[in-house]
């Protein structure tokens, strides 16, 4: 398709609903390590929409012109024939990859084999990278992953976990980097993953379609919008986008500044106690998302209300449960168990919080309003929002969805959708 008539996806910010997913999703941007997150839910519910549309809130990446890797600067592959010359190209920016693994995919194309037309043309034993090196610092999306050979998720998710895709291939051996946003997608009434499988993926969002009439007719509304001018109805979005990616960028420069003290640690492993949760993946996985999401709101320690956050996007999929009985958590239960936590963190504080290091970030605490204000502020805004009295309405991201919430809001456009000029 030629760059005339290539259509920007749509906007990712401009998705209607579905906090919990775009959560995830931005989770996993900020750490790759949490291990990718699946979307399990109907058919038509912007599954693939949000994952598509992530590549356009993360940051552009420094690579090098036909590096088949995609190397980070200074960190070239040992099989990268460009970037471990001796004068390797200059780095250009580039957008974030995006790869999609085709359900019929062969091992050897997804983890790479050995280049049969140099072995066979001049002897030659080189390796000819698969699609996971093409999803390095980027992402890998699976669309109904649960039709996929099971050995082969078993080998993704080992890979995504690790960050390294070693192969053994005709006596060869090679082992390049492979560190990417794992994304994958199913349908449940096609059939549901293995207990095995569901626990490797990091995280697991269930979705479903908007029963309330007014969020079903503002779906339709900004998607007739965009199919009428894509171009225009993306345009109306940017600032909200370049919020977004603004804030992923910054959430990845504080992640390995952030603290999670042994408190926080002891409540993570009691949530996984208390909900019988027999993988000791669920702990570790918890310990990242929660650090994830302290990240994300610029903070640099975790509290009692961001392991609850991540209690609801690590636990359910890892719950042991009877035959027929559905996933989830009995919300009531967590909310019991973190004000527990809360209380006693308050009472320790109380004892001797003298001293005490900030909960801020150390780049943001400079020129920072005090908490209390930014509490009124945002409740003012919430205000306006309700009144019509502001230039914009506020679309929130609110990480949890019952109790206190960590929240993410970026600006959205008020002005109507149009068919005709798409005004967003």
């Given at each position: 398709m030629s760059a005339a008539h290539h259509h920007p996806g749509y906007p990712f910010s401009a998705i209607v609903g579905q906090p919990l997913l775009k959560e995830a999703l931005l989770l996993c941007a900020v750490d790759p390590g949490i291990g990718g997150v699946l979307v399990r839910g109907d058919k038509g519910t912007a599954k693939s929409t949000a994952a598509r549309g992530l590549t356009q809130v993360l940051p552009a990446i420094l690579r090098k012109p036909g590096c088949?890797?995609?190397?980070?600067?200074?960190?070239?592959?040992?099989?990268?024939?460009?970037?471990?010359?001796?004068?390797?190209?200059?780095?250009?920016?580039?957008?974030?990859?995006?790869?999609?693994?085709?359900?019929?995919?062969?091992?050897?194309?997804?983890?790479?084999s050995l280049d049969l037309q140099l072995a066979l043309q001049g002897g030659q034993?080189?390796?000819?990278?698969?699609?996971?090196?093409?999803?390095?610092?980027?992402?890998?999306?699976?669309?109904?992953?649960?039709?996929?050979?099971?050995?082969?998720?078993?080998?993704?998710?080992?890979?995504?976990?690790?960050?390294?895709?070693?192969?053994?291939?005709?006596?060869?051996?090679?082992?390049?980097?492979?560190?990417?946003?794992?994304?994958?997608?199913?349908?449940l009434e096609e059939g549901d993953l293995r207990p095995q499988l569901l626990d490797r993926f990091g995280l697991m969002v269930e979705v479903t379609a908007p029963t309330d009439k007014s969020v079903r007719a503002e779906v339709v509304r900004r998607r007739i919008a965009y199919e009428a001018d894509p171009q225009a109805f993306t345009s109306q979005w940017q600032e909200q986008q370049d919020a977004l990616r603004a804030q992923v960028a910054q959430a990845q420069r504080l992640l390995p500044g952030v603290a999670l003290d042994d408190a926080m640690l002891e409540l993570?492993?009691?949530?996984?106690?208390?909900?019988?949760?027999?993988?000791?993946?669920?702990?570790?996985?918890?310990?990242?998302?929660?650090?994830?999401?302290?990240a994300l709101q610029a903070r640099a320690r975790v509290t009692p209300d961001d392991v609850r956050a991540a209690a609801l996007l690590v636990l359910p999929h890892r719950r042991r449960r009877k035959p027929f009985e559905q996933s989830g958590m009995d919300q009531d239960k967590l909310d019991d168990l973190v004000d527990q936590a809360r209380q006693a963190q308050g009472e320790s504080q109380g004892q001797g919080s003298a001293g005490a290091p900030p909960d801020t970030a150390p780049d943001e605490q400079e020129g920072q309003e005090p908490q209390d204000q930014k509490d009124q502020q945002e409740q003012q805004e919430q205000q306006e929002?309700?009144?019509?009295?502001?230039?914009?309405?506020?679309?929130?991201?609110?990480?949890?969805?019952?109790?206190?919430?960590?929240?993410?809001?970026?600006?959205?456009?008020?002005t109507s959708f149009s068919t005709s000029s798409a005004s967003g």
């Open positions: 088949a890797f995609n190397c980070a600067p200074g960190q070239p592959a040992a099989a990268c024939a460009v970037c471990s010359t001796q004068e390797p190209p200059t780095a250009t920016l580039a957008e974030v990859p995006f790869v999609t693994l085709p359900l019929g995919a062969t091992e050897d194309r997804v983890l790479g034993r080189a390796f000819q990278p698969g699609l996971l090196a093409a999803a390095h610092r980027g992402i890998l999306y699976i669309d109904e992953v649960n039709l996929l050979a099971d050995h082969l998720v078993d080998v993704l998710l080992d890979v995504a976990a690790m960050g390294v895709n070693a192969v053994q291939r005709e006596g060869l051996s090679v082992s390049h980097p492979a560190r990417f946003t794992l994304i994958g997608t199913m349908n993570i492993s009691h949530l996984c106690c208390e909900f019988e949760v027999a993988s000791l993946r669920a702990d570790i996985v918890m310990h990242k998302t929660a650090r994830a999401i302290a929002q309700q009144n019509g009295e502001g230039e914009g309405a506020q679309q929130t991201f609110a990480i949890g969805t019952a109790g206190p919430a960590r929240k993410i809001s970026v600006v959205t456009p008020t």
